[in-house]
């Protein structure tokens, strides 16, 4: 059973759009949420995270929000810039042991 | 300072050939966990190493796969009779989980390719 499910697969937004990725878990136990930006052959990078005792948290550009009772989440980019055309991945965790992973969302940011 | 570092970057190893992955983490981190991506998908958990903790190894997906610690440092991933579906990226990460806040850092990656 997969753990974390992502959508959409890829997105495609204009700079200076809304970029919306999202993400439902089935463990009520995950108690971390993080997301994720990869660059083409690089490894991840944390982007931002949100525990669940928090609906929203917002750094720079980029917002998690986080509906506990749906158990969902997503990312939303604001004002997208093509330097954000990147891979994004979101996780959930349980006192940081396994990670479990969506299945990537390829952003494409058009200029 | 440094960052999570992995070698080799790229392996090409002929089926059946046992390979050897090693992670350097970043000094001082706890925690290290190895991911395997397969082309174009999500990140699977392999294994995690926590401290003097016994190891999570609930994600191997076989038992041609092992991994060790050693000194609480450096980490070698050993994949045993390889095969072509063992082909995919292979991921280190490390992060410090100091009041469970801190962040896992990602090395770069190895690229395996089982011919």
């Known amino acids: 059973q997969q753990q974390v499910k992502q959508s959409p697969q890829s997105l495609i937004v204009q700079k200076g759009g809304i970029s919306i990725i999202n993400c439902a878990y089935e463990?009520?136990?995950?108690?971390?949420f993080p997301w994720y930006q990869q660059f083409p052959g690089k490894g991840p990078a944390l982007l931002i995270a949100i525990r669940p005792d928090v609906s929203e948290k917002k750094e720079g550009r980029f917002t998690i929000s986080f509906n506990k009772s749906a158990k969902q989440f997503s990312l939303h980019i604001m004002d997208s810039q093509p330097g954000d055309s990147a891979t994004y991945f979101c996780?959930?965790?349980?006192?940081?042991?396994?990670?479990?992973f969506g299945s990537g969302t390829k952003l494409n940011v058009k200029p | 300072g440094a960052g999570v570092s992995q070698s080799p970057s790229n392996k090409v190893t002929e089926k059946g050939k046992d390979v050897e992955l090693r992670c350097d983490p970043i000094s001082g981190h706890t925690a290290l966990y190895w991911y395997r991506q397969s082309l174009g998908q999500g990140l699977e958990f392999l294994i995690y190493?926590?401290?003097?903790?016994?190891?999570?190894k609930s994600g191997l997906p076989s038992d041609r796969f092992s991994a060790e610690r050693t000194g609480g440092s450096v980490s070698t991933l050993t994949i045993q009779r390889t095969q072509q579906e063992d082909s995919a990226v292979y991921l280190c990460?490390?992060?410090?989980?100091?009041?469970?806040?801190?962040?896992?850092?990602f090395g770069p990656g190895t690229r395996l390719t089982v011919l």
């Open positions: 190493f926590q401290g003097n903790s016994a190891p999570d």
């Open positions: 463990n009520t136990a995950f108690d971390y």
């Open positions: 990460a490390s992060s410090l989980v100091r009041d469970r806040t801190d962040t896992q850092y």
């Open positions: 996780a959930a965790s349980r006192n940081f042991n396994k990670f479990y």
